[in-house]
Nanobody
Framework: QVQLVESGGGLVQPGGSLRLSCAVS????????MGWHRQAPGKQRELVAR???????LYADSVKGRCTISRDNGKKLVYLEMNNVTPEDTAVYYC??????????WGQGTQVTVSS
């Protein structure tokens, strides 16, 4: 069974920074790509950042230049760092992986609230 657990969410002041972590555990799968999505109240889930199949990074226009996705393949960890956050970054942030078996797995999400 595959399990993804996000951490690092919480209350962040406008202009501040956040760092989210996602730990992947389980067996019987090989990770192909990893990424982060988010879902704000009343909105659809959207991509924030992810690794492409060839290992490059892809960012949503709304976070480009202030967001960095990174990973530790050996420890099955993926991180998301974002600076200069605004209230528009308030959302539940989800980690996901795409495995070589063709399946996509999701974490349960971590709430990020940007407010003064």
């Amino acid at each position: 069974q595959v399990q993804l657990v996000e951490s690092g969410g919480g209350l962040v002041q406008p202009g501040g920074s956040l760092r989210l972590s996602c730990a992947v555990s389980g067996s019987g799968f090989r990770i192909n790509t990893m990424g982060w999505h988010r879902q704000a109240p009343g909105k659809q889930r959207e991509l924030v950042a992810r690794f492409t199949i060839n290992g490059n990074t892809l960012y949503a226009d709304s976070v480009k230049g202030r967001c960095t996705i990174s990973r530790d393949n050996g420890k099955k960890l993926v991180y998301l760092e974002m600076n200069n956050v605004t209230p528009e970054d308030t959302a539940v942030y989800y980690c996901n992986i795409m495995a070589y078996n063709g399946r996509t797995y999701w974490g349960q999400g971590t709430q990020v609230t940007v407010s003064s």
